[in-house]
């Protein structure tokens, strides 16, 4: 039987409050999340979200993306946009694309370098 994962997505505009925290942590823990891909992530991370691996896209602006992964969970082929807030990874043959906004925002020919 092939093993099943859960992928969440969720845009948590901040969220870096401690109660706010521990909510996404107990979400993860309740459905059993393997994978979350995080939209708007600011300072501070979630480097301590346990028994999770944190990969953070942050610009100078101080927000981005985050994919959050089972720690016994290898991302593969990470790419992270220079400018952008997006970010991608592979696992198990499986593409995933993590961006915190619409292209069409970005303005005049920065399509041709998003994923």
């Known amino acids: ?3 099943i994962h859960k992928i969440a997505t969720h845009n948590i505009n901040d969220m870096a409050t401690p109660p706010r925290r521990a909510m ?5 823990q309740k459905y059993e999340i393997d994978i979350i891909l995080l939209q708007e992530v600011k300072w501070p991370l979630f480097d301590d979200i346990r ?7 942050i610009m ?3 927000r981005g993306t985050a994919i959050l992964t089972r720690d016994h969970i290898q991302l593969k082929n990470i790419v992270y ?3 952008l807030r997006e970010m991608a990874a592979v696992f198990q043959n499986v593409t995933t694309v993590n961006i ?4 069409e925002q970005r303005g005049e020919g920065t399509e041709k370098t998003s994923f």
């Open 100 to 103: 915190t906004h619409r292209l």
């Open 81 to 83: 946009h220079p400018t």
């Open 60 to 62: 100078t602006t101080g």
């Open 24 to 28: 996404l942590e107990d979400f993860l």
């Open 1 to 3: 039987m092939p093993e």
């Open 51 to 57: 028994g999770f691996t944190t990969y953070t896209n």
